[in-house]
Nanobody, 120 residues
Framework: QVQLVESGGGFVQAGGSLRLSCVASGPSNYAMAWFRQAPGKEREFVATITWSGSSTAYADSVKGRFTISRDNAKNTVYLQMNSLKSEDTAVYYC???????????????WGQGTQVTVSS
């Protein structure tokens, strides 16, 4: 059983930056991902990273602005978000799975989410 706890969300003006963290407890040899869900919209893929950290993938909407990384010694995955836009406003969730994928049904474990609000 894996438990995931996100932190780092908050309120920021457009053009600003935030760094989200997700700490995992339990077995840690999982691929990890970030998803987000805006009000009235379906949950969408943001980024994913393999267990080794050697491979990453991003949604087109965040490519070049967001960076996913991990520190396995700390059982932590990060999402560095730069050049934030109002359309990035959402609850951000981290998730764990045996392999990377862009679909949420691939992921077995989920955190509770952290709110990111970007003001224009």
């Amino acid at each position: 059983q894996v438990q995931l706890v996100e932190s780092g969300g908050g309120f920021v003006q457009a053009g600003g930056s935030l760094r989200l963290s997700c700490v995992a407890s339990g077995p840690s040899n999982y691929a990890m991902a970030w998803f987000r869900q805006a009000p009235g919209k379906e949950r969408e893929f943001v980024a994913t990273i393999t267990w080794s950290g050697s491979s990453t993938a991003y949604a087109d909407s965040v490519k070049g602005r967001f960076t996913i990384s991990r520190d396995n010694a700390k059982n932590t995955v990060y999402l560095q978000m730069n050049s934030l836009k109002s359309e990035d406003t959402a609850v951000y969730y981290c998730a764990a799975a045996r392999s990377t994928a862009r679909i949420d049904s691939n992921y077995m474990y989920w955190g509770q989410g952290t709110q990111v609000t970007v003001s224009s």
